[in-house]
C-alpha cells in the first residue's frame, strides 16, 4: 500500500466517522413532538403553574436585544479571539498561531532527525502543533472558570448585603469588583467600567456573560433581566440564586467523586500504549524501526490511533453529566 494509499483510508475512516456523528447526532423526533406538546400545553391550560412557566419562558426569550450576538460567531479569529479572551492571559491570535507554528516545525524537524521519515514527521508536527496548544487553552479555560464559579456565590452574597443595605445595583457591582479577588472581581471590574462609558447594565451584562460563556452568569444575567420586567425583590431573588449555584457545584462535586475511579482508569488504559511504546523505543530502537517505513504497520498504527480515540470518545461521555 503506497502512501497515498494510506492517506485516503485514513481519510475515508475519518469521512464516516463525521457523517455517522452528524446522523446519529441530530436532533430526535422524540424531542421535537416532546417540545410542540410543552408549547401546546402552555397555551391552552388552564393551571395557573403552567401559564407562569410560559410568561417566564417568554420574559427569557425576549430579554436579549437584537444587536446581540452569539460571541464568536462572525468567524473563526473572531472565535479563536473569544477562547483567548477566556483564559485571561491577554493572548492574541498572532501570539497563538505563531507558537503553534514554531512547536510544529520544532516537533516536526526533531522527529525527523530521528526517524527520517518526512511524511510522518511532517504529520505528527501537524497534530503536535495544532494539538497541544488547543489543549493548553481549554486547560487554562477551565481552570480560570472552575475558579469563577467558586467565588461567584461569594459574589452574588456581598451583591444581596448591598441591596439590603439600601444602595444601588450599578454601586453593589462595584462593591463586587473591588472586595472580590480573582476573575469574579476582574469581570465585575470590566462590567462597571462599561456602565460607565455609557452602556446600559444589560448590555454589559450580556456582554461579559458571552465572553465567559458559563451557564452559572447567565443565570445571573436571565435572573436581572426578569425582575426588571416582572418586579419583585431582587435581594431575595438574587439571594435564592445564590443557594442555587451552591447546590450545583455540590453536585458537581459528587459527580466528579462519582466517576474520579472511571476516569482514572481511562486515563491508564489510554496512556500505557503510548508509555510502553516509548519504553520500548528507549530500549531498542532498531525493534521499532521498521514501524516508520513498513508501510503496513503504519496502517496498523493508524488503526490503532483511530480505535483508541472512538474508545476514549465512549468513555469520556460515559462519565459526562450535564447539570
Not at 462572525?74 to 479571539?81: D, I, K, P, T, V
Not at 462590567?191 to 456573560?209: D, K, N, P, Y
Not at 520500548?280 to 490511533?305: H, Q, S, T
Request: proline share 3%; glycine share 10%; hydrophobic share 50%.
Amino acid at each position: 500500500m503506497s502512501v497515498i494509499q494510506l492517506v485516503l483510508f485514513a481519510g475515508g475512516l475519518m469521512t464516516l466517522m463525521v457523517i455517522g456523528a452528524l446522523v446519529f447526532g441530530g436532533r430526535s423526533p422524540a424531542r421535537e413532538s416532546q417540545r410542540r406538546l410543552q408549547a401546546v400545553r402552555y397555551r391552552h391550560s388552564e393551571s395557573t403553574v403552567a401559564k407562569v412557566e410560559s410568561q417566564l419562558k417568554k420574559a427569557i426569550a425576549a430579554r436579549k436585544p437584537k444587536q446581540f450576538k452569539m460571541a464568536g460567531s462572525g468567524s473563526r479569529s473572531e472565535a479563536l479571539a473569544v477562547r483567548l479572551g477566556r483564559t485571561g492571559r491577554g493572548w492574541t491570535v498572532s501570539q497563538y498561531l505563531y507558537a503553534s507554528l514554531a512547536l510544529a516545525l520544532v516537533v516536526a524537524v526533531i522527529l525527523y532527525l530521528k526517524t527520517g521519515a518526512a511524511l510522518l514527521s511532517l504529520g505528527v508536527g501537524v497534530l503536535c502543533g495544532a494539538g497541544i496548544p488547543h489543549w493548553l487553552v481549554n486547560r487554562f479555560i477551565k481552570k480560570r472558570l472552575n475558579n469563577f464559579n467558586s467565588k461567584f456565590p461569594d459574589g452574588i452574597e456581598l451583591l444581596v448585603r448591598g441591596l439590603r443595605s439600601g444602595l444601588p445595583v450599578t454601586e453593589t457591582l462595584g462593591v463586587v469588583a473591588h472586595e472580590i479577588p480573582g476573575p469574579v472581581g476582574s469581570e465585575f471590574k470590566a462590567v462597571t467600567e462599561r456602565i460607565r462609558i455609557g452602556r446600559t447594565m444589560e448590555e454589559a451584562l450580556q456582554e461579559t456573560a458571552d465572553r465567559l460563556g458559563t451557564a452559572e452568569f447567565q443565570f445571573f444575567v436571565i435572573t436581572l433581566a426578569i425582575q426588571r420586567e416582572t418586579g419583585g425583590n431582587l435581594a431575595e431573588t438574587l439571594s435564592n440564586l445564590s443557594d442555587v449555584l451552591r447546590k450545583r457545584a455540590q453536585m458537581k462535586l459528587k459527580i466528579k467523586a462519582m466517576s474520579s475511579e472511571s476516569k482514572a482508569s481511562a486515563y491508564i488504559v489510554g496512556a500505557l500504549p503510548f508509555i510502553v511504546f516509548g519504553l520500548i523505543w528507549w530500549l531498542n530502537p532498531k525493534y521499532l524501526a521498521p514501524f516508520f517505513v513498513d508501510e503496513r504497520l503504519m496502517v496498523a498504527g493508524i488503526g490503532g490511533l483511530i480505535w483508541m480515540g472512538i474508545g476514549a470518545f465512549i468513555m469520556a461521555k460515559m462519565v459526562s453529566f450535564e447539570i
